[in-house]
């Protein structure tokens, strides 16, 4: 049974830095696809950063140079390093892992950014 535990979401003032993490159990994440997408009010899912069992890391274009996907293989965890953050950064962030054409995702945790 796949589990993806997110945390280290909460609020900060624009150009501030959050670190989230995404602990997973069931899945391996050095060698499947996992990712970060963000849900802001009123819009659709959104992909923000993946990095592949390869460690090759995918960017959206709104976050590239600010944010940054990591793995820790020893802790089967995932980061999400987040600095120069944006009001518009605002949203429920999801941890996904893609394995065997099924996703799975965690719960979400709220990042705030206030002007």
């Known amino acids: 049974q796949v589990q993806l535990v997110e945390s280290g979401g909460g609020w900060v003032q624009a150009g501030g830095s959050l670190r989230l993490s995404c602990a997973a159990s069931?899945?391996?994440?050095?060698?499947?696809?996992m990712g970060w997408y963000r849900q802001a009010p009123g819009n659709q899912r959104e992909l923000v950063a993946r990095?592949?069992?390869?460690?090759?890391?995918n960017y959206a274009d709104s976050v590239k140079g600010r944010f940054t996907i990591s793995r820790d293989n020893t802790k089967n965890t995932v980061y999400l390093q987040m600095n120069s953050l944006k009001p518009e950064d605002t949203a429920v962030y999801y941890c996904?892992?893609?394995?065997?054409?099924?996703?799975?995702w965690g719960q979400g945790t709220q990042v705030t950014v206030s002007s």
């Open positions: 069931g899945i391996c994440v050095s060698i499947n696809t």
């Open positions: 990095i592949t069992g390869g460690g090759q890391g």
């Open positions: 996904n892992a893609h394995k065997w054409s099924t996703d799975y």
